[in-house]
Nanobody
Framework: QVQLVESGGGLVQAGGSLRLSCATS????????MGWFRQAPGKEREFVAA????????FYASSGKDRFTISRDNAKNTVYLQMNSLKPEDTAVYYC?????????????????WGQGTQVTVSS
């Protein structure tokens, strides 16, 4: 059982930046695709970004492309999501995810493990 713990959420003004971190309970270096989803009130959970386990290929939803950067530090068992130029519509609970091949599909169907979520609020 892989445990995922997110941190780094908070309140930021529009145009600001945040970096989310996801610490995993075990080595995930090449075993899992790691990624982020988000869920705003009254909306479905949606894909944000993912990074593959072997070649570190990155995938982004169109909403965050050119603003968000996903990376992983396998030595620290940690995945990061750097979010720049934040907008009020980025406000949501952000969930870390681990699984297989969900980056290209941009779907939660390949996710095997979820974190508990961290709140990101962007004020206008």
């Amino acid at each position: 059982q892989v445990q995922l713990v997110e941190s780094g959420g908070g309140l930021v003004q529009a145009g600001g930046s945040l970096r989310l971190s996801c610490a995993t309970s075990e080595r995930t270096s090449s075993s899992y695709t790691m990624g982020w989803f988000r869920q705003a009130p009254g909306k479905e959970r949606e894909f944000v970004a993912a990074i593959s386990g072997t070649r570190n290929n990155a995938f982004y939803a169109s909403s965050g492309k050119d603003r968000f950067t996903i990376s992983r530090d396998n030595a620290k068992n940690t995945v990061y999501l750097q979010m720049n130029s934040l907008k009020p519509e980025d406000t949501a609970v952000y969930y870390c995810a681990a699984g297989q091949n969900f980056g290209r599909a941009q779907s939660p169907s390949g996710v095997q493990y979820w974190g508990q979520g961290t709140q990101v609020t962007v004020s206008s």
